[in-house]
């Protein structure tokens, strides 16, 4: 029994294994998280100086063509991983410190094959020496895109096909995630991820608070989290007259249409019936609003295939630290109430309507005292 202790305390203590790295990739829910283990299986097993996760941002259009990805899209650069380092800048503006992070679309060919038609491109050697190998990531995921892989040497057939089964592991891994936290209709988040997500958003602005009067003040603008409520109008009549199936239609077109006029690190989520939520960041009240705007013009002006015309009523507050979910929405849904009120196709921000003394706070709760 001793001698098997000893045996066990003495060994030496091994590299991960891809057994580890699975365990490792599949231990958060956080897609961030999950994305940088990834990267951090594949420097370790295929022995990548580099490895880089690259996505095509389609640049606003909600049913751009192809043709128009490639001329007006961009290629964005949103995880990258060094191996001599160890340093992993998951965020745009880390990496930029040592080049672009951004490229159009047109001018890497290989990475868009690579995403087109699901192939491992071999873009061949840099000035430096150094191998490129091109692997696409699911594209039936909100996260599809392009890993590039760096190496010293080609890559041999065995780190190939553990390279591709690290990548088959996480598009499932994403898969089930998906199915969990997204909205069966639209492809949406669900209202189950929304409070992870802006538990996440009032820490991250009490930090940002906390550390305004140094650091962040001299940095320029510091930006806010704000949650807005949307809300179909009329959309019973919708039902009523053309049915529940163009209803459905109806849905998934906005939900397509706000999404594509939102940015891409915007969150945008289906609550239930015709009512979605959107998180973003902006520096100030104006800032959101012109978001919450831009989303409602482009739903009005969208000729719907059987419907016609189609307005959304839009509250909309900022996130404070230590809100919760539910006292944020309440208050943002005021918002929607008072433009319900008020002839719908409309924005209102929450802090308007305190402002002009149209709802009173006590307590964190909302006392609408007059319309
Ligand atoms: N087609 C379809 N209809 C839904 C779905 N979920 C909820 N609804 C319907 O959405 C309608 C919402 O109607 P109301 O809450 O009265 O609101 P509205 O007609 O949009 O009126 P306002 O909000 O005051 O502008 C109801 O008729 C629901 O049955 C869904 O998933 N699909």
Not at 19 to 26: A, P, R, S
Not at 30 to 57: N, P, Q, Y
Not at 143 to 166: C, F, H, K, W, Y
Not at 229 to 245: A, Y
Request: aromatic share 6%; glycine share 8%.
């Amino acid at each position: 029994m001793d001698g098997l202790t000893s045996t066990a305390t003495a060994r030496p203590l091994a590299e991960p294994s891809a057994l580890d790295h699975v365990v490792e990739l599949t231990r958060s829910r956080d897609r961030g998280l999950v994305e940088e283990s990834l990267i951090s299986a594949l420097v370790d097993l295929v022995d990548a100086r580099e490895v880089t996760i690259w996505r095509l941002d389609p640049s606003g259009a909600a049913d751009a063509s192809a043709a128009d990805v490639a001329q007006r899209g961009s290629w964005q650069r949103v995880t990258r991983r060094l191996a001599q380092t160890g340093d992993t800048a998951s965020n745009p503006a880390t990496a930029e410190a040592t080049d672009a992070t951004d490229a159009p679309a047109a001018s890497r060919p290989e990475h868009l094959r690579c995403l087109r038609e699901q192939v491992r491109v071999d873009v061949g050697q840099d000035l430096a020496g150094l191998h490129h190998v091109l692997l696409p990531m699911d594209s039936e995921l909100e996260g599809g895109g392009v890993i590039e892989l760096v190496l010293a040497q080609p890559i041999e057939p065995r780190d190939m096909r553990v390279a591709t089964s690290m990548l088959r592991i996480h598009a499932n891994f994403m898969h089930l995630l998906d199915y969990s936290e997204r909205d069966t209709l639209t492809g949406l988040l669900n209202r189950k991820s929304f409070d992870e997500t802006f538990l996440k958003a009032t820490v991250l602005e009490a930090r940002r608070q906390f550390a305004a009067d140094g650091e962040q003040r001299r940095q320029g603008q510091p930006r806010h989290p704000y949650l807005g409520v949307i809300d179909v109008d009329h959309f019973k009549r919708v039902n009523d007259v053309h049915g529940h199936l163009i209803g459905d239609e109806v849905l998934v077109l906005v939900a397509r249409i706000m999404r594509s006029a939102l940015r891409s690190e915007d969150r945008l989520y289906r609550f239930g019936g015709e009512e979605f939520v959107v998180m973003l960041d902006a520096s100030d009240d104006e800032g959101a609003r012109a978001a919450f705007e831009r989303l409602r013009l482009a739903v009005a002006a969208y000729e719907f295939p059987r419907a016609g015309h189609v307005t959304v009523s839009v509250g909309y507050v900022d996130v404070r630290p230590g809100d919760t979910p539910q006292a944020a929405f309440s208050r943002a849904d005021t918002g929607v109430y008072h433009a319900k009120a008020h002839g719908r196709d409309q924005v209102v921000a929450y802090a308007a309507l305190v402002a002009a003394g149209t709802v009173t706070e006590s307590d964190g709760e909302n006392d609408i005292v007059l319309f």
